[in-house]
């Protein structure tokens, strides 16, 4: 080439670069990053990345900045990239001539002259620096940066979109995809390998399968043979380099917790990353555990399961698992179990007893009825279709009776139980008067994480307070107090009672509650461990029942796997916020029978919790000392010295005395009295008997009386002293009949408001209003 035309093409060059700078320094300042996506990661609490996405342009490009980048790893950027970098205007000079020489005067292999922020100028407008219009506008544009920004700033944008490798941009995504490492974290054969590979991303991808990946070896040894030049001392570095150097790819990057990290992204879609509460070896623990179960029972209909785990100090949710398989479509994976309303059985009886506890209804060992009973054209039955007959508050919950816990919840009052779950923040309630009792057998739906808030409020002393899913995240709300300290301790003391056939850590407490849904449906399992609430749920998302779906039988063997697998990868002491001496209780006696303050001739005595000033102060007069003639077993009428004697009778209710004798127990019937005595003197001990209590028709529910047909009759039933004979029963004062207390009064309904009565054979007397509506 001759010297003039040489001369030509570096005027030309001149001119144009003159012009292009022109108009660079006239233009607005531009964004560096401004106008880039990026990839959004969620961590565990420990910083393990869960999740990476795709940023909106379809690449794995991961914002670092500069202080979170190994000073080690942008060091070996330089030496292989730009050691002029900080000294230099944004070109430099030598080696653009040198370039220049090389291509434009002596021929031969073209070699390369661009500073890092040239490479930043180009990558980020798109240039095509192969021709000379396309390297001076890069020259341009890399000197409009120079001036608006500073050198780390620069370095930063830089690090943050060079090129990687297939659809892999910038160093922090590279790190973690190639090395599952922090780009702070790197070490020094991982930074000098990540260094080289942006001059040739094609061929020198370190992914193992890569044909060309000796390009990469050779490449990463020269420049740690020049970083040696400079560091003598640093030899030990040659053992690490003889090493293999693990490697993964974008097969291989993480996808843990799926529905947690879902449910994060679209609840934080403002943020970049997000550090989810979750521990990532727990998650998985659980996970292993909850795959396995299933996989060994998909033989007897099992084929779908969910869990969370919730620390009850912090309420931060450790594990959360929406499914038994994400990608599996035949159990609809990707639906996330942990926020889908389902049916929970039994799994709320707990909050029935502590809300009866607070309302002054029961102590632990209150006697209840398991007898039938109908509230309107709703007749309740237990699971095992059996009735106990008398049953105390602390096996009626350990049982999961239906009556003895639909009864109660018949007499709570503000709150009752749906006016509970409604403060509580269970969503999607229907209107009370659709639910009517049967609220208390699963008749409204729950989510996986509405339950574990609730069982955390009874380790939390009653107070109620959000789940929390991110890290940094503050309770939307304060915490609200729904519960007595005291009934929630009382109420998980109740809970300890719980058979616990499957788990090897019995000397570990653990307060739990199972649940049935009806038709099968789903199995739960809900309870306090250590510091921690688990919630277990077993079912199909599409609602198919299954006899094996219940809470005992596929619930309670995966809780308590849970439960052990926990326990046993770390210290989980037992922790209650409160414990009984800082809280308003006493432990006292009672009749063991009855629940009776009284332990006068009781045979039994049991000692029990007892909150004072709210807990029942009351005598069931079961126990009664008779005096009987020893002459003829008749009940005497005065006492003779050495012909007659006091012996203790068990006299039950009616109601509970028949559900007694059909389980097969027949107490020693009352001897009748002596023929000499008065009835004056029979009436004296009238007085020592239970009072009538209507258990049919209830005044909380509405009976209607149909016009074009005939209403079904509404039962009048009592339970009576079991002393008493007859029951006399009124309607509005006009007297309707007779009948014995264990058979009922059958009444035809029609509209309006009318005051039911009922008067015993001993002058003891019950009321309750009846509303019958006209229905068309």
């Not at 943050?160 to 922090?182: C, D, K, P, V």
């Not at 555990?289 to 996989?295: F, V």
Request: charged content about 20%; some cysteine; overall charge positive.
């Amino acid at each position: 080439m001759t010297p003039m035309r040489i001369f030509r093409r570096l005027l030309v060059a001149f001119l144009l670069l003159t012009g292009i700078m022109l108009v660079v320094f006239l233009a607005r300042k531009p964004p560096l990053l401004g106008n880039v996506s990026f990839s959004r990661t969620v961590f565990d609490r420990h910083g393990q990345l869960l999740r990476m996405t795709l940023s909106k342009d379809e690449k794995y490009r991961l914002f670092t900045p500069l202080k979170d980048i190994s000073p080690q790893f942008s060091e070996m950027v330089l030496l292989h990239e730009d050691r002029y970098f900080y000294t230099h205007i944004g070109f430099n000079p030598v080696s653009l001539l040198r370039a220049f020489g090389r291509t434009y005067i002596v021929g031969g292999r073209k070699i390369g002259a661009s500073t890092i922020t040239m490479q930043l100028a180009r990558i980020k407008y798109g240039i095509n620096s192969r021709h000379l219009a396309g390297k001076l506008w890069q020259i341009a544009r890399a000197l409009q940066l120079e001036v608006h920004y500073s050198k780390d700033e620069i370095l930063e944008a830089y690090l943050n979109l060079a090129s990687y490798g297939h659809n892999i941009e910038g160093a922090g995504a590279a790190g973690f995809i190639y090395f599952h490492t922090r780009p702070r974290d790197l070490t020094l054969p991982q930074a000098v390998t990540l260094a080289v590979i942006p001059q040739s991303p094609t061929r020198r991808s370190p992914e193992s399968h890569h044909p060309d990946k000796p390009a990469l070896l050779y490449a990463r040894n020269r420049l740690f043979g020049r970083w040696l030049e400079g560091h003598p001392d640093a030899g030990i570095q040659k053992v690490f380099f003889s090493l293999p150097l693990a490697t993964y790819g974008v097969k291989d990057l993480p996808f843990e917790s799926p529905h947690l990290t879902n449910n994060l992204l679209a609840r934080y879609k403002d943020r970049q990353q997000i550090t989810a509460t979750i521990d990532l070896e727990t998650q998985r623990l659980l996970t292993r555990i909850l795959a396995q179960y299933i996989g060994d029972r998909r033989d007897r209909g099992l084929q779908n399961a969910g869990a969370v785990l919730v620390d009850t100090q912090t309420m931060q949710v450790r594990a959360s698992i929406g499914s038994a398989g994400f990608w599996n479509k035949a159990i609809q994976g990707q639906v996330d179990g942990t926020r889908a309303k389902r049916s929970p059985g039994s799994a709320l009886k707990p909050f029935i007893y502590a809300l009866a506890l607070d309302q002054g209804l029961i102590h632990p060992l209150s006697i209840l009825g398991d007898t039938p009973v109908s509230f309107g054209s709703y007749t309740p039955d237990n699971f095992d279709r059996d009735f106990r007959g008398p049953v105390s508050a602390r096996n009626a919950l350990r049982l999961s009776r239906n009556i003895p816990a639909i009864k109660l919840a018949a007499q709570l009052h503000n709150p009752d139980l749906y006016d509970f779950l409604k403060t509580a923040g269970v969503t999607k309630l229907r209107k009370k008067d659709s639910y009517g009792l049967s609220l208390v057998l699963g008749g409204a739906e729950v989510s996986m994480r509405e339950l574990a808030e609730l069982y955390a409020m009874l380790a939390n002393g009653g107070a109620l307070r959000p789940l929390v899913l991110q890290l940094t995240e503050r309770a939307e709300s304060p915490a609200k107090t729904l519960l007595s300290p005291e009934a929630s301790f009382v109420t998980l003391d109740m809970l300890s009672d719980a058979p616990r056939r499957y788990t090897i850590s019995q000397d570990r407490i653990v307060y739990w509650k199972t649940g049935t849904s009806n038709g099968f449906r789903d199995a739960w399992a809900a309870g306090v461990f250590g510091h921690y609430v688990l919630v277990v749920w077993v079912g199909n998302f599409n609602g198919s029942g299954n006899p094996a779906m219940t809470g005992v039988l596929s619930a309670a063997p995966l809780f308590f796997a849970m439960v052990d697998a926990v326990n046993g990868r770390e210290s989980n002491r037992e922790r209650i916020a409160y414990k009984a001496r800082h809280l308003h209780l006493r432990k006292i006696d009672v009749c063991a029978t009855t629940g009776d303050l009284s332990v006068e001739s009781c045979p039994a005595i049991g000692s029990t919790w007892f909150i004072p000033g709210v807990s029942p102060i009351r005598n069931h007069y079961i126990y009664r000392r008779i005096l009987v003639d020893l002459r003829t077993g008749k009940r005497a009428c005065h006492y003779e010295e050495g012909l007659t004697a006091y012996r203790i009778f068990e006299v039950w209710p009616s109601d509970l005395q028949q559900a007694l004798q059909k389980a097969g127990i027949r107490n020693v019937p009352l001897p009748p009295w002596e023929e000499s005595c008065t009835n004056d003197q029979t009436m004296q001990t009238a007085g020592d008997g239970q009072h009538p209590v209507i258990t049919s028709p209830q005044p909380d529910v509405e009976y209607h009386a149909h016009i074009r047909e005939t209403a079904e009759a509404v039962p009048f039933n009592a339970s009576a002293d079991g002393e008493v004979r007859v029951l006399h029963w009124f309607l509005n004062n006009q007297y309707l009949g007779t009948t014995r207390p264990d058979e009922p009064l059958l009444w035809h309904p029609q509209p309006g408001r009318f005051r039911v009565r009922v008067v015993d054979d001993r002058g003891h007397s019950d009321s309750t209003q009846l509303r019958v509506l006209l229905a068309q």
